[in-house]
């Protein structure tokens, strides 16, 4: 359990460093109505979240088990047809990699979420829900979670999704916290704190990215010449 515990906590500190979501609560708590839109926000983006937990447990598990068990098998015994796959998707990193350093503003910043100052608290929720859905194959962290959960063999799979989603909000919660303690001289603050983290992710995304494409590439390419990967 207190392995379980400590990847989770990892995983975890990883997934919340969502700038996007960052950038839509300031945007909500820069117009009117700024801690219930902000709160309706966060609440919808926790909720789809959720949601996609379950999904994944109870309808989607069985539907991809095959093709994990292939991913696995071609990991244990990699063929010639699994250096292949991952030859293409080095070269996939390595390309989105350099589209990544590429397509960065001189001042390192990345495009923000944009919110229609005149919106209420439900759109503000619908907002939320949908930058999760649109996220959601980025969602790497939150779906290396739920394959702890059977690893681990985690008996009450939803509790745990719960618990993991409330953690995720919590951080994201004390931005209106603050807002209502400290009042709108807040947000300047905030949004010095976001146009940092979105000139680190810049930066670290697509370095990530080439990093793992290189490895990539690299372990097919000793294959194909040598008979034997990196590894």
């Keep these: 359990m207190n392995e379980f515990l400590i990847v989770s906590t990892s995983i975890l500190l990883v997934d919340v460093t969502n700038v996007v979501l960052f950038a839509a609560?300031?945007?909500?708590?820069?117009?009117?109505?700024?801690?219930?839109?902000?709160?309706?926000?966060?609440?919808?983006?926790?909720?789809?979240?959720?949601?996609?937990?379950?999904?994944?447990?109870?309808?989607?598990?069985?539907?991809?088990?095959p093709v994990v068990d292939?991913?696995?098998?071609?990991?244990?015994?990699?063929?010639?047809?699994?250096?292949?796959?991952?030859?293409?998707?080095?070269?996939?990193?390595?390309?989105?990699?350099?589209?990544?350093?590429?397509?960065?503003?001189?001042?390192?910043e990345t495009e923000k979420p944009q919110s229609s100052e005149s919106g209420g608290v439900m759109s503000s929720f619908v907002l939320g829900a949908t930058l999760l859905i649109v996220g959601i194959p980025f969602a790497i962290p939150y779906f290396g979670f739920i394959n702890e959960l059977?690893?681990?063999?985690?008996?009450?799979?939803?509790?745990?999704?719960?618990?993991?989603?409330?953690?995720?909000?919590?951080?994201?919660?004390?931005?209106?916290?603050?807002?209502?303690l400290a009042g709108p001289g807040i947000v300047g603050k905030l949004k010095s704190i976001n146009a940092a983290l979105n000139q680190t992710m810049a930066w670290l995304v697509p370095t990530l990215f080439l990093?793992?494409?290189?490895?990539?590439?690299?372990?097919?390419?000793?294959?194909?010449?040598?008979?034997?990967?990196?590894?």
């Design 25 to 65: 609560i300031i945007v909500a708590l820069s117009g009117p109505n700024p801690l219930a839109r902000s709160c309706a926000l966060i609440l919808g983006h926790t909720l789809a979240y959720f949601v996609t937990g379950l999904l994944v447990i109870y309808g989607v598990a069985e539907m991809i088990a």
């Design 70 to 108: 292939f991913l696995i098998d071609g990991f244990v015994n990699p063929a010639p047809i699994n250096f292949a796959i991952g030859l293409g998707l080095g070269i996939l990193l390595i390309t989105v990699a350099i589209k990544g350093f590429m397509g960065k503003t001189p001042e390192g």
């Design 150 to 180: 059977y690893r681990f063999e985690v008996p009450s799979k939803p509790l745990a999704l719960l618990i993991y989603n409330i953690f995720y909000a919590l951080p994201f919660v004390l931005m209106p916290l603050t807002f209502a």
């Design 211 to 231: 990093l793992l494409g290189t490895v990539a590439v690299a372990d097919a390419m000793k294959f194909f010449l040598t008979g034997t990967g990196l590894i």
